[in-house]
Structure formats: structure tokens, C-alpha cells
């Protein structure tokens, strides 16, 4: 797969990888399991259940003031790159995959990040994993709005 501009962007700017070395969990035996794990289809997100998700992101609150992490209900973006969402599922364990259509430079490609809400003890957090990315980890967290004039 050709990565583009989007990710020379998200990564080194965003994200730091924590790459795991640990193994797979174990597939379920034929003796725990009645279906096989491909004919199991994750259940669709609720709009509820998804805003936690939603708002600005940086590594950490500190850097709100650069290139932040955009995530709504349609856009995954950074800066001036980006990738409408074309749908999310729910996990079952918490989390929620978004399935993204990028372009740039004129290439589309699709790419799958899964999105756990958490809580840091600096506020709101997400642990992203770029599944089309080996698996790349990163966590970002919550920037603070920006104060309402009188």
C-alpha cells in the first residue's frame, strides 16, 4: 500500500508509535466457539455511544496550539490533510473502528483506525491503532475548548 502525505503528517507529527511485541491473542478452540470469528459482523456504533470521540486531540494538552488531531462523526484530520470516515463499528470491548476513505494527491485509499476512549490522569483520552499500518499505537488526548468571550 502507498502511504501519502496524510500519514508523513500524522505520525511524526502526532502520533508516537508504541510498538508491542506482544503475540496475537489465541484464536478460540472449535470446543468454545459455536461460529467462526469471519461470520461474527460487528454491530454498527450508536451516535451516543461514539461522542466521546469527538472533538481535538494532541499528544498532550500542552500542544493544542499546533497541529492538532480533528475527529468528528464524518472527518478524521490533521492540518490540512484528512479522511472522511465512511463508517464506524462497534468492538464490543469498548472501542470502535472507523473505516476511512483518504485522498491526496489525487490517490484515495482506505484505511481502518480502531478508537478507545480512556481517561488519563491529564483528561480524556483515545488510544488509536492504525490497523492498515501494522497495527501502530499511539494515544492522544483531549485539548481544552477555548474560552467564550464576553
Known amino acids: 500500500m502507498r502511504l501519502f502525505p496524510l500519514s508523513a503528517i500524522l505520525i511524526p507529527t502526532l502520533l508516537l508509535a508504541a510498538c508491542t511485541s506482544e503475540a496475537p491473542p489465541a484464536a478460540p478452540s472449535s470446543e468454545t466457539s459455536t461460529a467462526p470469528l469471519a461470520d461474527v459482523a460487528p454491530a454498527p456504533a450508536t451516535d451516543d455511544a461514539l461522542a466521546p470521540l469527538f ?19 464524518a472527518r ?20 470502535f473502528t472507523a473505516a ?46 477555548p474560552a467564550a468571550a464576553n
Open 100 to 145: 476511512m476513505s483518504c485522498t491526496a494527491e489525487g490517490q484515495t485509499t482506505d484505511e481502518s483506525v480502531k478508537m478507545r476512549p480512556i481517561f488519563a490522569p491529564t483528561g480524556e483520552g483515545i488510544d488509536l491503532t492504525y490497523i492498515d499500518r501494522d497495527n501502530l499505537e499511539s494515544t492522544v488526548l483531549r485539548c481544552p475548548e
Open 76 to 95: 478524521f484530520e490533521v492540518a490540512d490533510s484528512g479522511c472522511d470516515i465512511t463508517g464506524y463499528s462497534d468492538n464490543g470491548d469498548g472501542s
Open 55 to 73: 472533538g481535538t486531540w494532541a499528544l498532550n494538552p500542552a500542544q493544542c496550539d499546533g497541529p492538532v488531531l480533528k475527529i468528528s462523526m
